[in-house]
Nanobody, 124 residues
Framework: QVQLQESGPGLVKPSQTLSLTCTVS??????????WSWFRQPPGKELEWIGY???????YYSPSLKSRTSISRDTSKMQFTLQLSSVTPEDTAVYYC????????????????WGQGTQVTVSS
C-alpha cells in the first residue's frame, strides 16, 4: 500500500519561502506513469492544485502560482519537495501531497493516494 506523509514547518513568516516535503513509502516516485502533486485548501475555500512532478522528473505548475512555485525530488529518499516563495497570509492552508495518473492533473478525483495533510500558517 502506498503511503504519503507531508512534513515541514507549520509557521512561516510573510515574504519567506514555504518548504514542504512529501515522503512516499510502499511505492516509487519513478514508476511510470504517475505524477506526484501538491494541493492546498485554505480555510473556508476549495481544494486547489499547486503543481506536480512526474515519474521522469518533469514538472508542471498552476498558472496562478507558477511564478512562486518549485517542485523537486530526491529519488534516493523517495521524497518530493514543494517550495513556495514570497508567501503572504493568503497562502495559509492545509497542504496535501497526492499520487495521480492521467491527464486531468488538477482534478482531485484523479488521485488515488493522499497524505494526511499539514497545516501551514503564514504569520509574523
Amino acid at each position: 500500500q502506498v503511503q504519503l506523509q507531508e512534513s515541514g514547518p507549520g509557521l512561516v513568516k510573510p515574504s519567506q519561502t514555504l518548504s514542504l516535503t512529501c515522503t512516499v513509502s510502499g511505492g516509487s516516485i519513478t514508476t511510470k506513469y504517475y505524477h506526484w502533486s501538491w494541493f492546498r485548501q485554505p480555510p473556508g475555500k476549495e481544494l486547489e492544485w499547486i503543481g506536480y512532478i512526474n515519474y521522469s522528473g518533469g514538472t508542471y505548475y498552476s498558472p496562478s502560482l507558477k511564478s512562486r512555485t518549485s517542485i523537486s525530488r530526491d529519488t534516493s529518499k523517495m521524497q518530493f519537495t514543494l517550495q513556495l516563495s514570497s508567501v503572504t497570509p493568503e497562502d495559509t492552508a492545509v497542504y496535501y501531497c497526492a499520487r495521480g495518473e492521467g491527464s486531468r492533473y488538477s482534478d482531485y478525483s484523479e488521485y488515488d493516494y493522499w497524505g494526511q495533510g499539514t497545516q501551514v500558517t503564514v504569520s509574523s
